[in-house]
């Protein structure tokens, strides 16, 4: 609890026991900030703030209306994160921070660079986590209060490192703008969330975005094989990938049943590592983190102890085990790119089953391509729902899958899973794509409780 004086320059001294800017969230006591945002404008939902609670506004205009507010009509976001840090009482000085972004492997990587970090906690689109606590979190980067109020949680429990994903929404909305990374990372550029950047060039300028957020001794690791990132040089630049012209070089790969190992050239060694992480783009997500946790001080040999023992990441080419006699993957692929590298990773099984969809509301140029490479890649392609907002899935399966028709609509993703499963036999592979371990379906404006891998335990425990 802090006094809105002690925030802001202003006249008032009422007390603030809370900061957001999203009306569903107050409770009684709080701040809220009313602004323009670039999909709603928080300025429509003073009254609904007002009911609920709240003790002063912030707003972006005049609100006419007698009760304590302050308007700020210029730099109101910079000014909300000011106040953020202040009121949880954020020390960036006192946190060393890494920062992912990239089109895909963003959750993997950081993932892993958490698992390789001692003493580091994780915020991204599988929480937030802190020593041996785990939250749930609605943005892969949080909103801002709730990203501040995350920072603060790891200050005051002494931990010392964070490792964040750092989404092109929040660069494109200034979340992360005060923050300076000790060491950042672009897994690759191939475009996403069109429905947001409008252009592909848009979106390449907000994933660069996170190299000006770094500290001036920092490093950023970049996807060299990236035609993209590839172009990208400086003093503190430090690329990897196959091609012989990185700084670090993959020399060599070899997959294994229950292991992949990898050779890399970096710094004049030779290093072999040992991951028990399969698929080439896990590759990449693995030397991306040694990389990294190498910049980070981190002794190498200590490093490849610790890749050996690292866990399946969930809902990220997840291996289920229920016991059954062919392979079940669980992942959050739902980009083009991300797709792809999943189905070329299992073209080695006798038979492909792929369950997927495509999410309504955003991106419909990307539909049919995904459509044509689900179904030219697998042997049963099976179509059915994923988050369809306001639109009819029936419509969304139709863009995806265009003239052909070779393939299986089940509209109801919980019966597409069960009849994957039931048809599934030895030496097959049920790839199962687009949610990952995600717990809800948006179903026109509401989130609807929901889960793929809930699914997939109740189907062999009613067996």
């Not at 003073?46 to 707003?59: L, V, Y």
């Not at 080439?280 to 983190?289: F, I, K, L, Q, T």
Request: aromatic content about 10%; hydrophobic content about 35%; charged content about 30%.
């Amino acid at each position: 609890m802090k006094k809105i004086c002690d925030l802001v320059n202003c006249d008032y001294d009422i007390e603030i026991y809370g900061i957001t800017d999203d009306s569903r969230y107050v409770k009684d006591g709080y701040l809220f900030v009313a602004s323009k945002g670039f999909n709603v404008d928080h300025f429509d939902y003073i009254e609904d703030a007002i009911d609920k609670g709240c003790s002063f506004i912030i707003s972006d205009r005049d609100i006419n209306i007698d009760f304590p507010h302050i308007i700020v009509e210029k730099d109101i976001s910079k000014l909300y994160r000011k106040i953020c840090e202040k009121f949880y009482d954020v020390d960036f000085n006192k946190i060393n921070m890494i920062g992912i972004t990239g089109t895909d492997g963003k959750t993997t990587t950081t993932s892993i660079i958490k698992e390789l970090i001692s003493d580091c906690a994780y915020i991204g689109t599988n929480g937030f986590e802190i020593k041996d606590k785990s939250f749930s979190t609605n943005n892969t980067t949080p909103v801002v209060s709730e990203l501040y109020d995350d920072i603060s949680k790891i200050i005051k429990s002494n931990c010392k490192n964070l490792a964040m994903e750092v989404s092109s929404e929040a660069l494109l909305h200034g979340r992360v703008d005060d923050f300076r990374y000790k060491v950042v990372g672009i897994t690759n550029i191939t475009g996403d969330h069109m429905n947001v950047h409008k252009t592909f060039d848009n979106y390449v300028l907000c994933k660069k975005k996170i190299l000006t957020l770094l500290k001036s001794e920092g490093y950023a690791v970049l996807n060299g094989d990236d035609e993209i990132l590839t172009k990208i040089n400086g003093k503190n630049v430090v690329k990897f990938g196959f091609n012989t012209n990185n700084d670090c070089i993959i020399e060599n790969v070899e997959y294994l049943k229950d292991k992949t190992i990898i050779n890399i050239k970096y710094n004049n060694e030779i290093v072999e590592i040992n991951s028990p992480l399969k698929a080439r783009y896990n590759v990449y997500n693995v030397v991306m983190a040694y990389i990294i946790c190498r910049l980070f001080g981190i002794d190498s040999s200590l490093l490849l102890s610790r890749i050996k023992k690292l866990r399946c990441i969930k809902g990220r080419t997840e291996l289920l085990d229920f016991g059954q006699d062919y392979d079940i993957i669980l992942d959050y692929a739902h980009t083009i790119n991300g797709i792809r590298n999943v189905l070329d990773s299992f073209q080695n099984y006798k038979k492909i089953i792929t369950v997927t969809g495509c999410a309504g509301g955003r991106e419909k140029e990307k539909r049919p391509i995904i459509g044509k490479m689900v179904i030219d890649r697998s042997d049963v392609s099976i179509f059915t729902m994923d988050d369809p907002r306001y639109e009819s899935v029936d419509d969304i399966i139709d863009q995806m899958v265009g003239k052909n028709e070779d393939y299986i609509r089940i509209i109801d993703r919980e019966e597409a899973i069960e009849y994957a499963l039931d048809i599934a036999s030895k030496d097959s592979v049920v790839l199962i794509l687009g949610k990952g371990r995600d717990n809800y379906m948006a179903i026109n404006d509401k989130k609807v409780y929901y889960s793929d891998y809930d699914v997939i335990s109740n189907y062999f425990k009613e067996k």
